[in-house]
C-alpha cells in the first residue's frame, strides 16, 4: 500500500495564502524553473535571484516534489529577429550560454523542458506532462518577471493551475517592471495566482519534511 | 519598411507593423477584447463591486469611432467575450474563489443576472459597441482569446496574420492576447488610447512593458496612426 501524501502547511503569501484551498502535497505540486539560462543570467545580473532559486530546488527536492526546469531558445524567422531585441531574449539553440546555469541544472530523472518564447506551454509537452503527474500546483520562478515567468503564470492560470510565484527567486528586465508585474498578479485577490518571499515557502516545505 | 505608416507625436509608439505589413485588407483584424456590460458598464459586475469602471467605459467612444472606420475599411473584425459555461464546468475552482472573496464571484446571481455566465445580461457586450451579425464573436473562458477557443482558427480561416488589438483590460485580457498572438505568429498592435485598466497604475505599467525593445510582443500604436495604416493597406 502506498502511502496517502502527507498535506503541506499553507504558506503565507499575497494576496491570499497558498494554495487557495489549502490542499497540496509533495504528490500534486511542481516547482517550475523557467528560462535560467547562462546568458539570461548574465545579461539581467540575476545572480542573486539564481541563488534563491537554489535554495527552493534544495528544500524541494528533500520534500519529494517534482522539479520541471525549462530552457527558451529563439526561435526562427522575422519574430526571432524582434525577440532578440529584448533584455531577456533567449539564446539560440546550442549557441554559446544557451545551457542552464550550473547552480540550477537538473539531476538525472529531473524533466528538461526546451520551447520557444516565452510562454512555456506553447508548442512544448509541459500541459500534458502536469497532466499525466497529476499536478495542480505550480510553483515559479524564474527569468525575466515580464518575460518568460508572467507569460507562463498566465498561460497557467488560464488552464486552472494553481500559482504561487516566488517574488525573490525572478529578476525582471527593469525592477519597476518587476514590481508592476506582481501588482498586477496580486490585483483583485490574485488575477494569476499569488505571491511570496522564498523564506515563507522554505518554512512550510521544512516543516513538512522534518514531520 | 513601414515608414510611410504615420504614429502619433508625443507617444514612444513603434512603426505600426513591426516586422512586416498585411498584404492587403483581408489579412488585417481589428479584434475587440471583452467589452462587456459587467467589466465597463454601470450595473454590471465589476461596478456592483463598488470597483470604478470610469476607466473601462472611457475608452468606449475611442473603440467605437475605430469600430466604425474598421467597417467602412471593409476590414475584419472578431469581438470576444469572457464567459462560462451555465454548468461552470469550464471554471477553474481558483478562479471562482478569488472572485468570491469580493462577495460576488464568477456563477453567481448578482444585479445583472450570473455573473460572467453565458448568455446573461452582463455578459453581453455594451450596447454602443454591439457586434454586426457578419462580425464573428469569440466566447474565451480564460484571459488569452487564444485559450480554449477557436480565435486562431478564425484567423487562420479567413487569412488573417495582422491584428489591431483594443478593449479590456490593458493588464489582463488584452496584454495576454497580445503576447500570445505573438507567439503564435501574428503581427499584432495594441491601440493605447483604446485600452484601459480598472486601475489606472496598472494600464500605465502595462503600456511600459509593452512598449519596451521596440515594441516587445508587437506594436503599440492608437487610433490615428490605425486609421492612417487603414489608407495604407490596399487590394
Known sequence: ?211 | MSAGLPVSAGSPVSAFWPVTKPTGRHALALAVIDMQVDFCAPGGWVDQLGEDVSNTRAVIPAIAAVLDHARRAGIRIIHTREGHLPDLSDLPANKQWRTRVHGLGIGDRGATGRILVRGEPGWQIVPELAPRLDEPVVDKPGKSAFYATDFEATLHALGVTHLAIVGVTTDCCVQATLRDAYERGFEAVVLEDCTAAVERQNHVATMEILKAYGGRWGGVANSAAFVAALGGVHG
Request: charged fraction near 20%.
Open chain 1, 1 to 211: 500500500m502506498a502511502e496517502a501524501p502527507l498535506a503541506l502547511p499553507a504558506i503565507a503569501a499575497a494576496p491570499y495564502d497558498y494554495p487557495f484551498d489549502g490542499i497540496w502535497s509533495a504528490a500534486d505540486t511542481a516547482l517550475l524553473l523557467l528560462g535560467f539560462q547562462e546568458v539570461t543570467v548574465d545579461r539581467l545580473q540575476a545572480h542573486a535571484e539564481v541563488a534563491v532559486a537554489r535554495s527552493l530546488v534544495e528544500a524541494t527536492r528533500a520534500a519529494g516534489i517534482s522539479i520541471i526546469t525549462t530552457r527558451a531558445s529563439l526561435g526562427h524567422g522575422p519574430l526571432a529577429l524582434r525577440r532578440a531585441e529584448a533584455a531577456d531574449a533567449p539564446p539560440a539553440v546550442g549557441s554559446a550560454g544557451w545551457d542552464l546555469v550550473a547552480a540550477l541544472r537538473p539531476r538525472a530523472g529531473e524533466t528538461v523542458i526546451d520551447h520557444v518564447g516565452d510562454e512555456a506551454f506553447h508548442a512544448s509537452p509541459l500541459e500534458p506532462l502536469l497532466g499525466s503527474r497529476g499536478i495542480r500546483n505550480l510553483i515559479l520562478a524564474g527569468l525575466a518577471t515580464d518575460g518568460m515567468v508572467h507569460a507562463t503564470m498566465r498561460a497557467a492560470n488560464d488552464r486552472g493551475f494553481e500559482c504561487l510565484v516566488v517574488s525573490n527567486a525572478c529578476r525582471g528586465t527593469t525592477v519597476d517592471r518587476h514590481h508592476a508585474i506582481l501588482r498586477i498578479t496580486m490585483f483583485g485577490n490574485g488575477l494569476f495566482g499569488t505571491v511570496a518571499d522564498v523564506s515563507a515557502i522554505l518554512r512550510a516545505v521544512k516543516q513538512y519534511v522534518s514531520g
